[in-house]
């Protein structure tokens, strides 16, 4: 009898010797020489997935209860003909403390705000999710000690951590309409309906794959939310095309996500920071300087007064901000020198995405 | 020998955030389009082609119009876009960042963007591909210069946090 898993497998070997005419024992081959006893073998990434094409590579994760030494957070570069094959190696404990980190983060009401990686490297989410989604090459599958079930703990995880992006992208579009800055409004529109889609799809318990699968995975696995993405796939011109795009935006997200993503709503959670800078008024110019990046902005006397009546801080939270405060601190933050930063996070149980899994043997 | 009218900091920071936080995912997102195309994968492809322009646009604003500090991620395009208003390749950049209506036959599609990719790479200088098994040597060995170079005017390095977490104590 054919398992679930023998499935993958073969599903995996296939793709691999089409695409690269690559035998998966060749792989095993290759990375031989990391493994320490019955280390287990898994593949992630989007061959793993059913995603791939002929210029992905394998992503391997060799880990396991013998494994002694962990490999740097780099992975190790084998190649294969055409096949790159990414290995990271791990000790068991090192998986099993950042699953835990995981299931702390989803527990408490803090921002993630990079925790899990940064948007280019995403490092802990992918890891969390080769580990969880992987397909066991060789080896016994791996068992969690001490958190609940490693799938839950990564999907929830990613979940959370689109949620977050999407209120973020939605909220800066919201200001960069404010500024007339359409360009990085619809862009940011975008984004947080992109974000959206993500987080729906990891409620699912489809494993990860980052955005530039978003499309081919609309199409292939959430044929439903096609129509949902088409509309803001490409971005308007104009100031009243942007507003309206930008309108729909959160209305489309709002319906996805089941939370208040205007602006007035958005804004008691957030607030600005920019350290680096101080005013430095000389005669008629009033300079925002910050010697640490070797930057100044020349401020009006309207601007300069705006920011010297920003209280205390920073943080500086947007709701006590005045419309000129606002403008000042956005324009900054569209600059590089000022952070915008959330007092909470966004617990699953806020949000009506959660949870819902329609294929966990997938 | 030529003077560069622009502080050393300024100058070499940008031109490192250039060449290595931008131009090898540059590079990469060629071979993901022509990887799509051949596959069939049009959502894939206009991923690819919009990331592509953005990497070019933000590399280009950087070694043209010398910004600092760049902004986080989802505003990067609209800064470097905002940056390049005034230069022909900032219209072409739109374009794919936009993102397409119809895609255009896929030789087209990849000359578009490949010409985008040389045009930065005229200004922004060559990075060998890490990923390539022909690359990846003399990817290392580029590097190691540019962290000499960056070093040498007290900036930090260029690389993601993530490739050097616990190499900085």
């Known amino acids: 009898m054919t398992t679930v898993q023998d499935k993958r497998v073969e599903e995996l070997a296939a793709r691999v010797r089409e695409f690269h005419g690559v035998e998966l024992s060749e792989v095993l081959e290759i990375i031989d020489y990391l493994r320490d006893g019955e280390d287990s073998v898994l593949v992630g990434g989007s061959l793993a997935y059913g995603l791939g094409n002929q210029k992905s590579d ?20 084998h190649f294969i003909e055409t096949l790159r094959v990414d290995v990271w190696k791990l000790r068991e404990d ?22 899990f990686g940064d948007v280019f490297e995403q490092a802990d989410l992918k890891l969390l999710h080769r580990v969880a989604y992987g397909v066991i090459i060789d080896g016994p599958a791996l068992l969690p000690a001490g958190t609940r079930n490693y799938r839950e703990v990564a999907r929830d995880l990613l979940v959370r951590e689109y949620a977050e992006r999407m209120r973020h ?14 360009a990085a409004a619809a862009m940011n529109a975008r984004f947080g309906v992109e974000d959206a889609l993500q987080a729906v799809i990891a409620s699912r318990g489809l494993p990860f794959s980052d955005n530039k699968w978003l499309q081919v995975r609309l199409e292939k696995d959430t044929p439903d939310l096609r129509e949902v993405y088409r509309p803001f796939a490409v971005l308007p011109e104009g100031g009243a095309a942007t507003k309206k795009f930008v309108e729909a935006a959160i209305e489309q997200v709002e319906k996805l996500s089941g939370l208040r993503l205007d ?12 350290p680096d800078l101080r005013l430095v008024p000389a005669g008629d110019l009033r ?6 990046q070797d930057v100044v902005f020349e401020l009006d006397a309207n601007e300069a007064d705006a920011w010297k009546a920003l209280d205390g801080g920073p943080p500086w939270p ?38 819902v899994s329609v294929d966990a043997e997938r | 020998m030529q003077s560069v009218d622009l502080g050393a900091r300024r100058y070499i920071w940008c031109r490192g955030q250039a060449a290595w936080l931008m131009g090898p995912p540059a590079a990469q997102w060629l071979e993901d389009l022509r990887g799509a195309l051949a596959a069939g994968q049009s959502g894939l492809a206009r991923h ?21 500090p760049i902004p986080e991620p989802n505003m990067r395009g609209a800064w470097a876009l905002e940056r390049l208003a005034d230069h022909p390749v900032g219209k072409d950049c739109w374009e794919l960042i936009r993102g397409l ?17 040389q045009k930065a790479r005229e200004v922004v200088g060559h990075v060998p591909d890490a990923l390539t098994p022909e690359g990846y040597y003399p990817a290392l060995g580029l590097a190691r210069e540019w962290i000499e170079l960056v070093s040498s005017v007290g900036e930090s390095g260029f690389l993601p946090s993530e490739w050097t977490r616990g190499t900085d104590a």
């Open chain 1, 318 to 355: 947007c709701a006590s901000c005045t419309d000129i405060q606002m403008k000042v601190c956005y324009r900054l933050y569209a600059n590089g020198m000022a952070k915008l930063l959330w007092a909470r996070g966004l617990p699953l149980d806020r949000l009506s995405m959660k949870g």
């Open chain 2, 48 to 68: 690819v082609s919009r990331q592509l322009a953005e990497d070019c646009a933000v590399m280009l604003a950087l070694t043209l119009t010398y910004g600092r």
């Open chain 1, 94 to 115: 090192e998986i099993e403390e950042l699953f835990q980190r995981a299931q702390r983060g989803l527990e408490s009401d803090a921002p993630f705000e990079g925790a």
């Open chain 2, 101 to 117: 209506e119809e895609l255009p036959e896929d030789d087209v599609l990849v000359e578009r963007c490949a010409m985008l990719q």
């Open chain 1, 58 to 77: 394998l992503d391997i994760v060799v880990a396991g209860r013998a494994t002694k030494e962990s490999s740097s957070r780099m992975p190790l570069e």
């Open chain 1, 263 to 274: 602006a007035d709503s958005l804004s008691s959670d957030a607030s600005w920071e920019a």
């Open chain 1, 287 to 292: 300079a925002l300087v910050s010697p640490e």
């Open chain 1, 169 to 182: 992208a939605l909220y800066v579009s919201q200001l960069a309409l404010g500024a007339q800055q359409f």
